[in-house]
T-cell receptor
Framework: GNSVTQMEGPVTLSEEAFLTINCTYT??????LFWYVQYPGEGLQLLLK?????DKGSNKGFEATYRKETTSFHLEKGSVQVSDSAVYFC??????????FGGGTRLMVKP | NAGVTQTPKFQVLKTGQSMTLQCAQD?????MYWYRQDPGMGLRLIYY???????DKGEVPNGYNVSRLNKREFSLRLESAAPSQTSVYFC??????????????FGPGTRLLVL
């Protein structure tokens, strides 16, 4: 079946630091890949997506590239802000027609 | 627009009690979903509804029932709550009615504690 593995958190960074959150997946066929973000006290929001190999999704300074050869979709941001503090979920849509989520990675950004 | 709303925000139940979690969306979406979120496990799909009057099981449906009351509302019922159902429950909706990926919009969640 489908599965998504994310690095465990929390990840604690200082403001303006570089962010990488690792995500790898297992799936049959050619899944679509997503990053969702959950701010404190809120539901999840779609952050970015990529639907085929080598696609790069980007939004709000965040980027992730769909790497089929390494089955990865790592999230990166060049300079994080305190307002980026949240829980980030990697997810895929594949066979079975449902979203499969990773366990989430909590990011804490200190001023 | 309020988007997706859920009630209640927090609930404590004793083992064996029943309750219904309510969800409503005002975006005229066809599809609605119920997920549970457990620490370290991400979100798992309990049930979904692709249109009014239809429901389908997700990954973890045991112990739950759902009702798609109308296009706006999708409720989740626990008939006899168990401690294993302690979790945060999220409702979501999306525009289409076919099983294809599209952006899902999430409510703020209901935190349920079963003692």
């Amino acid at each position: 079946g489908n599965s998504v593995t994310q690095m465990e958190g929390p990840v604690t960074l200082s403001e303006e630091a570089f962010l990488t959150i690792n995500c790898t997946y297992t799936a049959t066929g050619y899944p679509s890949l997503f990053w969702y973000v959950q701010y404190p006290g809120e539901g999840l929001q779609l952050l970015l997506k990529a639907t085929k190999a080598d696609d790069k999704g980007s939004n709000k300074g965040f980027e992730a590239t769909y790497r089929k050869e390494t089955t990865s979709f790592h999230l990166e941001k060049g300079s994080v802000q305190v307002s980026d503090s949240a829980v980030y979920f990697c997810a895929l849509w594949g066979a079975g027609n449902m979203l499969t989520f990773g366990g989430g990675t909590r990011l804490m950004v200190k001023p | 627009n309020a988007g997706v709303t859920q009630t209640p925000k927090f609930q404590v139940l004793k083992t064996g009690q029943s309750m219904t979690l309510q969800c409503a969306q005002d975006m005229n979406h066809n599809s609605m979903y119920w997920y549970r979120q457990d620490p370290g496990m991400g979100l798992r799909l309990i049930y979904y509804s692709a249109s009014e009057g239809t429901t389908d099981k997700g990954e973890v449906p045991n112990g739950y029932n759902v009702s798609r009351l109308n296009k706006r509302e999708f409720s989740l019922r626990l008939e006899s709550a168990a401690p294993s159902q302690t979790s945060v429950y999220f409702c979501a909706s999306s525009e289409g009615g076919a099983p294809r990926w599209e952006t899902q919009y999430f409510g703020p969640g209901t935190r349920l504690l079963v003692l």
